[in-house]
Each structure stands twice: as C-alpha cells, then as structure tokens.
C-alpha cells in the first residue's frame, strides 16, 4: 500500500484542499492494519509525521484500506479539488459509510479558525448539493452532525 504522505502530496486536489487550511489546522488519519499519521497545516506548509499515543489533532478519521484506496486511486489523481470534493463526499456517504470512523476533538469554533469550513467553497454547488441531500444542507445542520461526532 502507498504510504499516506506520498498519496496525499501525489494529488493536486488535496494538496490544493490541504492548502486551504489555516496555520495550526491539523487531523489524523489512520487507515486499518496500516499508517497512523497526522497531517498538520503549518506555516507555508503541510507536514505529516507517525501519530503518537498523546496526539490530540482537530480530528480523526479512521477507515479501512480499502477506502483509502478508493479515495487515492488513480482516477482520483486527475480530478480538480472540486470534482474530488464531490467524489469524497458521495463514497463516503454511500457505500463506504460503515468502514470509516470519525472522531473530532476540537470544538466548532476551532474548527473554524483553522480553516475547515473554507472547503465548502471549493467543492461548489455540487459538493454543497451532496451535502445537503445528506443532511447537511446549512452550516448548523453540519455543527450538529460533527457534534455527534465529538469526543467526551
């Protein structure tokens, strides 16, 4: 399997999406039987390094190998940010729905500072469409669906 960090910097769409995050925006990603990494936005950059058992980034989200394959295939790495927002967005609320995890730590606040709401205007109406046609239609249908998500 290719490592997170060469998937991630080997496509335009996400690096593009990563590039929009504010300074001191970071996430986990853990992908089933393989990487544990955080992903951090830091000044100019994006930097991933191996997660640690104290790590507390602004979310996690964890999915089988299979997922990430499908979201790091090689169609995926001709799309434009847009096209792969929407991509993202129908697999995982379609037929990947139960092999991925998500766990957040920040509150919405934070969220919000460090940039994760900037994405919505980047994936266009027929992200914002997909969205909505799962619930999260407006931007207090998406604080209360993450705060489901919320950890205690």
């Not at 997660?51 to 999915?63: A, H, L």
């Amino acid at each position: 399997m290719i490592s997170v960090e060469e998937a991630v910097r080997n496509n335009g769409a996400v690096m593009k999406i990563l590039d929009s995050l504010s300074k001191g925006a970071s996430f986990g990603v853990v992908v089933e039987g393989g990487e544990k990494v955080i992903v951090s936005r830091e000044t100019g950059a994006v930097s991933f390094r191996e997660s640690g058992g104290n790590d507390k980034p602004d979310f996690v989200v964890s999915m089988q190998e299979e997922v990430f394959a499908k979201l790091f295939s090689e169609y995926t790495s001709t799309l434009n940010a847009q096209d792969f927002l929407v991509f993202s967005a129908k697999l995982l609320a379609g037929e990947c729905k139960e092999k991925i995890n998500l766990i957040i730590y920040a509150n919405f606040l934070k969220l919000t500072l460090h940039g994760y709401l900037k994405i919505l205007p980047l994936g266009g109406t027929a992200f914002l469409k997909v969205l909505k046609e799962n619930g999260l239609g407006s931007i207090f249908a998406i604080e209360k669906t993450l705060a489901a998500f919320k950890n205690k």
